[in-house]
């Protein structure tokens, strides 16, 4: 919902957590009409902006080799004429997805800000220039204008991501966290992939609008569609939970309680300035570790997008239905999974644990694809590969988010994880080239080799947790409490002595 004029209720948050955090039926009944509302609604805002990642793989095996990674219509389109159309030749459509990422990357931080100032109907504007953009994207008509359409789209869709995790962060407690990004981040895009290039498929058999044929039905469609969900996000996206509307004035209270209690320092549900200083101080151990994970298992995930239709298109001859149906079962596999690994992070509260033992189904998916050409086996080593990718890199953001504190340093983190995770994208544009097609073993040994360096970063980072979590309980670190001010003392967050790192 649009940010509103902060109320009343924002002063009644006690001082005395305890008064005002029942642990019984009201924040039961809370936390179940949170993931009523915000679950259904954040998982279709993902799906929109991720829906045409599957609709890029699927496509892929009529594509003749090309590269398809994007996370628009653009791959549908390929098949539907696009390339000579708009006279694209050798590596133009490899450029033209680079120049996407490269804005989406460089939008990230800028619009968690935003968002962290104007509140939630600053996302809701992003959805509806995502929208608004791919439009204009069926009105193009030469390679320039096609790299002009993925400037802004780079940019419209760059904070979506993170931006809803960051709002996420604001309802609920660090412990459950990791089970709702499992759930939205974690189902959207194997949905996507089960299910996208059906509905691409169905785009391309509706009659021409005008001028608007073939592929150009698709960017319109899909674009009419997400711009008119983007304007109605301006009335049901929820903001801050201080200003919420969805919210009675009791319930806004009890949320900004719960959350006040996972603070290492008590702030009445406060938010501090943002300030350089903690914009920095967000690049922490951590932020890298989390970062670094992200962009590895991020190249696997995409490569998969190259990967797996030329594996089906190697198991026969089949219609463009068929062959669609045959990319269907892995996306299945991977939303099980997801839900799984998720499930068992929060109910485990364990964060290191899930994501290695996913990060090893990527290792093992990998290994097959490099070791065989075999096709079934091939197909067999993809649903591995997008099992184990599926839920780690939403549990990997999760975690990075769980260790993030206070406000500012959220909403930085939230956002440079997905960032520096989407130059995975970027590599694996360059990586799965037609060069290398079909069995792309350049890029399977690449994902080979950075899927088994997740699994050694993930064991260090939970040896640096573990390690620093005992400083803490010791007292080494108390020293960082010497001749502080209350508001530094608040703004201290995870490096606060009191602050637990989640494992």
Known sequence: MPQERPSDDFEKVPSNLDEALPTGDAERRLVRKLDLVLLPLFTLICELVEYSVSSLLLNRIYSD????????????????????????????????????????????IPSNLALK???????????TCFGAVSIGTAFIHTFGQLLVTRVFLGIAEGGT???????????????????????FFGLSPTLAGAFGGLLASGLLT????????????????EGIITTG????????????????RMLSSDERVLAL?????????????????????????????????????????????????????????TLGHFTTVEAQLRTVPPYAVGAAWALISAYHSYKS??????????????????????????PHARYAACFLSIAGG???????????????????????VTAVIPGIGALGSVIAVWTYLPTDAPDYHKGNSLNLATSSLVCVLIILGGWYIVRENAKRARGDRDYRLEGKTGEDVEQLGYLHPNFRYQL
């Open 65 to 108: 080799g090309m590269n398809f990674i994007d996370r628009t219509a653009i791959g549908n389109a390929k098949i539907a004429g696009i390339e000579k159309d708009l006279g694209l030749v050798g590596f133009d459509y490899n450029i033209a997805l680079t120049v996407f990422y490269v804005c989406y990357i460089a939008a990230e």
């Open 257 to 313: 309680a719960r959350i006040d209690a996972d603070q290492a320092t008590r702030t009445g549900g406060k938010r501090e300035r943002t300030s350089l200083r903690l914009v920095i101080r967000a690049f922490n151990i951590n932020t890298a570790i989390c970062s670094a994970c992200y962009l590895m298992i991020n190249i696997s995930f995409q490569g998969l997008s190259l990967f797996m239709p030329t594996v089906v298109n």
């Open 206 to 221: 509706v009659n021409d609008i005008g001028s608007v044929t073939s592929w150009r039905k698709i960017f319109l469609i």
């Open 229 to 244: 969900f983007g304007l109605l996000c301006v009335f049901i996206l929820p903001g801050d939970p201080q200003y919420s």
């Open 349 to 374: 509260k364990q964060r290191a644990f899930p994501i290695l033992l996913s990060s090893l189904l990527i290792v093992s998916g990998y290994a097959i694809a490099v070791g065989t050409k075999n």
């Open 390 to 412: 599926s839920p780690a890199g939403p549990l990997d953001l999760a975690w990075g988010t769980d260790n993030a504190a206070p406000d500012t340093v959220r909403a930085i």
């Open 117 to 127: 100032h104007f509140g939630s109907i600053w996302l809701a504007g992003m959805v």
């Open 161 to 183: 991501l993170s931006g809803l995790t960051y709002i996420m962060s604001r309802y609920y407690r660090r412990s459950e966290l990791v089970l709702r990004i499992g759930i």
